[in-house]
């Protein structure tokens, strides 16, 4: 890294840090484990400025080279001040073509007429030009080569500022992630360094948890973004008053490592219902899934992953059954980095890694457990939502579902026109393999409860795949309430109101009924209704499936639910 790179991220430092000098000294037992992306950020912010700097460098240097040659041609053309080219050193060259006009003209008689003595050797004056003798002005054909190379060297410099400034290819992942985007989508680097100091600020600052927001429609939603490890001034008053206890503040990574204060948490977006409680079977086997080391997926879940698929039994200890404090032994460090003998560079690359890619990263500490949304920001409806959807959690909204762009210009109003670039039938109506199930259901029992299968509260999402463009939904984007992601002839769940009727009999009827849709059949005991739908048909709660054939018997949630047919 060069010098300036050096400068320029200490200066962005203690301008983004300043405030954080005075910590008060923490009581009890002190946990970090989250990493705030802060080093890496100034980094990648220092290594493109300087990118830019370097390619602006090079042009300057061009238009000065540029400036010192057009002041030799004007000296080489203005000769003194007096003229531009010396003709005086060009002599005329020419040579004479015509022919003699001494000649005699022979008669038929053999008798030969000539001209007169007097007009014989003339010549008319028939010239054919040459090259001139002499070179009257001066040669610029080097000068107008170097000219013509510096220009290309300039708009060669060019394009490079152009691709460096409006390239998209930093892969947008589960941090990075922010509605209408797709994780997987590029931007470019510039966003993405914008993001990640967005980020970086609203761990380092002081600020509240939930913020109440309003779309253009006045539909009230909620943001939850990443929870401040600085505390705020509530926070601070509340432990004044002896109300709540705790101390939450950020630590440079490799100054916790030499403490041993730091473990990364265990946790990524696919596990998040499974790692909730802390360390357990559940969530270590839900950290090993290769989802977590996918290229998009987060920081705590590609280093939870090679963590948990590598060094867990030399990273923590398990007791009884229960898992123990984890924590960055000789033992574990030596696993992690790959022996007990490195270099120094692998060393410090084994560092960053574990620091979340820099150990100038600052880690957040605190005395008690704290919950975290991690992504860009996450947004749910005020409304509950009672759907699931490929295991995201209840009430978030689908990113797959999000490849679907909004029609321009939009008409909500235009029904027609919505189903039609959805792909969705109008008017609203139930697939025919889910009118047989409810057909089937109804045959075994009379005291179903409800039956609701599309949205009959906001009638527009039936035809955006629930796809909040023209506001609120009852149910998640792209649920098999709304024909999931692909689903083309209508509504592939059904909500039945009975739940008791999940140990009474349902389930037993679904296995029957199953047999005679011919697709598979998911259900959800919830709370107050059974959840029921097609997934095959729609690529929709294919999550439940998946996460049977793992073996599991409950939703994220703790749910019961079961799959046939699969």
Not at 155 to 166: A, G, N, Q, V, Y
Not at 436 to 461: F, M, Q
Not at 492 to 520: F, R, S, Y
Request: charged share 25%.
């Amino acid at each position: 890294m060069s010098f300036f790179s050096k400068i320029l991220i200490f200066f962005l430092s203690y301008l983004l840090l300043s405030g954080f000098s005075n910590f008060v000294s923490a009581q009890g037992w002190i946990v970090c484990d989250e990493p705030i992306p802060i080093g890496t950020t100034l980094k990648d912010l220092a290594d493109l400025i300087n990118e830019l700097y370097t390619e602006l460098r090079a042009v300057s240097g061009f238009v000065h080279s540029a400036g010192e040659h057009m002041k030799g041609v004007i000296t080489d053309l203005s000769q003194g001040g007096e003229r531009i080219c010396d003709y005086s050193k060009c002599a005329p060259n020419v040579s004479l073509q015509s022919p003699d006009f001494g000649f005699a003209i022979k008669l038929p008689f053999g008798k030969e007429i000539k001209l007169p003595p007097a007009m014989q050797g003339w010549t008319l004056p028939l010239c054919q030009p040459k090259k001139c003798v002499g070179e009257p002005c001066p040669d610029l054909s080097v000068a107008a080569d170097t000219l013509r190379q510096l220009n290309n060297g300039i708009e060669s410099s060019f394009r490079k500022l152009k691709k460096i400034i409006l390239e998209e290819k930093i892969i947008v992942t589960e941090d990075l992630n922010k509605i209408p985007e797709e994780v997987g989508d590029t931007i470019t680097q510039a966003e993405a360094i914008k993001r990640n100091l967005t980020i970086s600020r609203l761990w380092l600052r002081p600020s509240d948890r939930k913020i109440d927001v309003y779309s253009l429609r006045g539909d009230k939603k909620e943001i939850i973004g990443k929870k401040s490890c600085a505390l705020g001034v509530w926070e601070r008053e509340q432990i004044a008053a002896g109300e709540i206890v705790g101390e939450r503040f950020p630590m440079q990574c490799r100054e916790a490592l030499k403490q041993r204060l730091y473990w990364p948490r265990p946790w990524s977006e696919l596990c998040h219902y499974q790692c909730k409680d802390g360390l357990n079977n559940e969530c270590i086997k839900c950290l090993r899934n290769p989802k977590n080391n996918k290229e998009t997926a987060s920081i705590l879940a590609k280093i939870n992953y090679r963590i948990f698929n590598k060094c867990g039994n030399d990273c923590c200890k398990e007791k009884s059954g229960e898992w123990e404090k984890c924590e960055i032994t000789k033992e574990c460090y030596s696993c992690l980095c790959g022996g007990p003998v490195l270099t120094k560079k692998l060393e410090n690359e084994c560092l960053d890694w574990i620091c979340g890619g820099s150990q100038a990263n600052f880690i957040c500490c605190h005395e008690a457990p704290m919950e975290f949304y991690v992504g860009f920001d996450k947004v749910i409806d005020v409304e509950p939502i009672n759907d699931i959807d490929d295991g995201i959690p209840p009430g978030t909204i689908s990113r797959s579902c999000a490849k679907i762009k909004p029609p321009s210009p939009l008409d909500c109003a235009n029904y027609i026109g919505l189903a039609s670039h959805y792909n969705v039938p109008f008017p609203r109506q139930n697939a025919p393999q889910l009118d047989s199930l409810i057909t089937c259901l109804k045959n075994k029992s009379g005291r179903l409860g409800s039956i609701l299968t599309y949205d009959e509260k906001h009638s527009v999402c039936n035809y955006t795949r629930g796809q909040k463009i023209c506001g609120n939904c009852s149910h998640t984007a792209c649920s098999c309430h709304y024909g999931g992601k692909s689903g083309q002839q209508g509504a592939l769940a059904v909500d039945i109101g009975n739940e008791g009727l999940w140990n009474e009999g349902m389930q037993t009827w679904l296995e029957e009924c199953q047999k005679a849709v011919k697709t598979a059949v998911c259900a959800i005991k919830k709370r107050d209704h059974i959840h029921i739908s097609l997934p095959n048909l729609g690529n929709c709660d294919t999550g439940l499936i998946t996460r049977q054939q793992q073996g599991y018997t409950t939703t994220g949630d703790r749910h019961p639910f079961k799959c046939w047919g699969i």
